[in-house]
């Protein structure tokens, strides 16, 4: 039989009704003949209430623990999904990450996965069972404990076993009707696209779309998982959504495809550190020990001997990067006179293949955000995308000045 992969979204299984509607779509697919695996998420606000009492608990948490809690709520959605089908009567079982097993990495809270073995549930297919349910988000390390894949992991659980089972597709059922050329929460304008290569979907998502997580484009990217964004919401016809997929396969498409945000960034500078060779290194190495993703980085110009370094990470590690930078003051690593924190700002990035062969982009870019009266804090480039970081105050008005700029409402 063929494979099909279906994956619901935290909204899409927010209550009994909407995992009812979703068991619903799933009969459809098995009475066309498919073998189906369903990935769930947690219901919408449920991991949000577990990472909350693990940060009320303990701050600066063991990620094993936080991993062993917030994976909790995949659990009651596979097994509601379960039963929901059977009650339709739809042959299902559900699955925890670890039975499968989806073998990990063991960087709890961000882990990756290296394996999903097909013969357990292949076994069950074999048996009459029509449709897997699998826990989303979670798997199994290497010394037997649970991991997460980070937010918003399920997209992952979801395309790593489409690529393992050889699916037909994978389709990732959200809250949306498919990729827009921004965020539509924030700009009421933004438009739907029919297709997006890999390569901008995995840009956009890298700089804070969440509609799929980034490493679930690069594992479709990589297996050649064909890949579709589309409404848990509303009836779909088999075109429906948006269809992520190679540069190829997509006629025309503007300079820039989208425009990307991300909320919840700081800002920190240690002021007046050592300007000498290894400093960088020095800094950074105990950021990363400390469990800071940085992002941005800047030095600033020296003088007389002593610099600025800026970066930028997720807000929420502010806390990890001031007791790290206090750690190294103490032991005589780094010498500093202080660390400043910002954490009101916001970065806003535009993402397009297009950029590859026109100029002008960031000059655009730049004046749409001056002609608002918006500053901005720190710029990085790549070949295929521009980002600054500004006040979060100005993210939405940047988003809709740059949306607008860029005519991304009119298809090309
Ligand atoms: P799910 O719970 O189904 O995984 P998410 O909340 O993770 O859903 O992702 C869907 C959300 O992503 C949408 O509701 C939308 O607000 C947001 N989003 C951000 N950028 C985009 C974009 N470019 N296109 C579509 N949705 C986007
Ligand atoms: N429930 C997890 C989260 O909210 C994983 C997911 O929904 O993809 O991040
Ligand atoms: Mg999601």
New binding site residues.
């Given amino acids: 039989m063929p494979v099909l992969v279906m994956k619901f ?4 299984v927010a209550t009994l009704d909407r995992i009812r509607r979703a068991a619903k779509r799933v009969g459809v697919e098995v009475a066309k003949g498919y073998d189906v695996i369903v990935i769930v ?1 947690a219901m ?1 606000g449920e991991t949000n209430k577990l990472v909350g009492f693990v940060n009320e608990t303990s701050p600066l948490y063991d990620a094993r623990e936080y991993d062993a809690i917030v994976s909790s709520g995949e659990n009651v959605t596979a097994g509601l999904m379960a039963l929901t089908l059977q009650e339709m009567d739809v042959p299902a079982r559900s699955w925890q990450g670890w039975q499968v097993p989806v073998r990990t990495t063991d960087a709890h809270s961000a882990a990756r996965i290296e394996e999903i073995p097909t013969d357990n549930i292949n076994a069950k297919f074999g048996e009459g069972m029509k449709v897997a349910v699998v826990a989303g988000f979670q798997g199994i390390s290497p010394q037997g404990r649970i991991t997460t894949l980070g937010r ?1 992991g ?2 992952t659980t979801a395309v790593a076993f489409a690529a393992a089972f050889d699916a037909e597709r994978c389709d990732i ?4 009707d ?8 924030v700009e009421s304008k ?1 438009r739907k696209l029919d297709k997006i290569s890999f390569e901008e979907m995995l840009e ?1 998502a890298s700089l804070g ?3 799929l997580q980034t490493r679930s484009v690069e594992l479709a990217m990589r297996y050649k998982v064909k890949l579709r964004v589309l409404s848990s919401f509303e009836e779909q016809s088999d075109d429906a959504g948006t269809l992520v997929c190679d540069e190829e396969e997509i006629m025309e498409s503007n300079v820039v495809a ?1 425009v ?1 945000f991300s909320r919840d960034e700081a800002k920190m500078t240690l002021v007046s550190v050592a300007d000498r060779p290894g400093i960088a290194a020095t800094i950074f190495t105990a950021l990363s020990e400390g469990g800071v993703n940085v992002d941005m980085i800047v030095q600033n110009i020296a003088e007389e001997g002593r610099t600025d370094m800026t970066w930028s990470c997720p807000v929420d590690q502010v806390i990890r990067a001031e007791k790290a930078m206090e750690k190294a003051h103490e032991e005589g690593i780094i010498n500093y006179q202080e660390l400043i924190a910002d954490k009101g700002v916001a970065k806003v990035s535009v993402v397009g293949i297009g950029m590859r062969s026109h100029t002008g982009v960031a000059a655009k870019m730049f004046k749409v955000l001056s002609d608002e009266g918006i500053n901005i804090k720190v710029i990085t480039t790549s070949e295929i995308k521009i980002s600054v970081l500004i006040d979060r105050k100005y993210m939405e008005l940047a988003v809709q000045a740059l949306h607008d700029a860029f005519e991304l409402d009119k298809a090309a």
């Fill in positions: 979204g935290g909204t899409s998420s919408s918003g399920s997209d059922y959200t809250d949306v498919g990729v827009y050329t921004t965020d539509p929460r933004a956009l779309a969440k509609v989208g990307a």
